[in-house]
């Protein structure tokens, strides 16, 4: 399968007011594509707009929810109105409640599925049939949650593994009709984004991430790669490719590993009420940025440069002993008891 030259894209990219999806837009734009960026935060796509069009780029913007199939696929439409076709379609819009189950009402449960698995399934819906008229990429940032669940965030774990299953079926059903599209799972590890500002919580903290964290502008470096290069799944994070084969090996390991840390490291000292403003129904203002509250804990990654490149991609081994070189660096500085 054939993609084109990223200059010579439509690119659509939905959830990209902030964080990695902001980062990406602006990746892409710096590349020569043409974009459609779509959020719920019209000060944060007209500032991104701004930003796009002092470079000299081309962008135009569309506020939606990605809850309401029809505001989707307006994203679609504008993209074809405005450019004539699209390209590629990349979807990373999400929420979460950072909280332990018991204290989730059903409604946020649902909440957090309709926005971060149903707004995945509306997007594919709203691109496909534009896509399928002369090829292209869907790309779905999905989570390394997909993969393996975290505690207080089961919501959010839900919808990722729901996203994977989504898109496996999707890729067989697409390949069997002989359609020119790729689909790609993107799995990040821990981003610094704004997300752990973003998401409500019922931990009387600040929530944040299982550290280290990485920098957003590698999960868009993956993104824009694969807007070229056909991939079926991309893991960003040496952290995310150890926990993999962890988690292929020992769940039960896991567990154990989750039992002892997951609890205490995705919890701040920094009081939050559950009241404080968040995005789960509404976009919060004041967090139109790429980055979040943690760059001291961002570290960059050795295994990503590899699996972006085709002649190292069947480098197993080395990927093996950067994992482990990345977990024994994990472990010795944010495992308690291991420094």
């Known amino acids: ?16 007011s902030s964080g990695i999806g902001r980062e990406t837009a602006l990746q892409f734009a710096k590349q020569g594509a043409k974009l459609v960026v779509a959020a719920r935060s ?11 069009q002092e470079w000299g780029g081309e962008a135009v913007a569309v506020v939606a929810d990605v809850t309401s199939f029809e505001q989707v696929k307006a994203i679609a439409e504008k993209a074809v109105e405005v450019y004539g076709r699209l390209d590629t379609w990349v979807h990373l819009s999400a929420t979460s409640v950072f909280s332990a189950f018991d204290d989730i009402t059903p409604e946020e449960f649902q909440r957090v599925i309709d926005v971060t698995l149903m707004g995945q399934v509306y997007g594919v819906k709203a691109a496909l049939p534009y896509l ?34 989504f898109l496996e079926a999707l ?14 799972s993107i799995k990040p590890s821990v981003i610094n ?19 280290p964290y990485y920098a ?24 995310g490719r150890v926990l993999d084969i962890m988690q292929r090996l020992s769940p039960a390991l896991v567990d154990a590993i989750l039992l002892l840390i997951g609890f205490p490291l995705q919890q701040t000292n920094e009081p939050k009420a559950v009241d404080a403003p968040n995005n789960l129904y509404q ?6 940025r790429v980055d979040g509250d943690f760059s001291h804990l961002v570290i960059p990654s050795l295994t990503d440069g590899i699996a972006r490149n085709p002649l190292l991609k069947g480098a197993v081994t080395a990927g093996i002993v950067f994992g482990a070189i990345a977990l024994a660096q994990w472990a010795t500085h944010f495992v308690p008891g291991l420094s």
């Open 171 to 184: 890729r067989v059903e697409l390949k069997h009709e002989q359609v020119p599209v790729s689909v790609t």
């Open 132 to 165: 399928k008229r002369q090829g292209g990429a869907l790309i779905h940032v999905s989570s390394m949650e997909g993969r393996r669940a975290l505690p207080l965030q089961s919501p959010y774990s839900t919808a990722k593994h729901g996203v994977e299953g």
């Open 193 to 211: 984004t704004p997300f752990y500002n973003h998401g409500l919580t019922k931990l009387g903290v600040k929530p944040t991430g299982i550290p």
């Open 1 to 16: 399968m054939q993609l084109k030259p990223i200059n010579q894209q439509i690119v659509a990219v939905v959830g990209a």
């Open 216 to 239: 957003p502008k590698l999960v868009a470096k993956a993104i824009l790669y694969t807007a070229e290069h056909p991939t079926r799944d991309f893991i960003v994070g040496d952290v």
């Open 42 to 52: 019209e000060s944060g796509l007209a500032s991104l707009v701004d930003a796009i």
């Open 283 to 288: 976009s919060v203002p004041n967090y139109d």
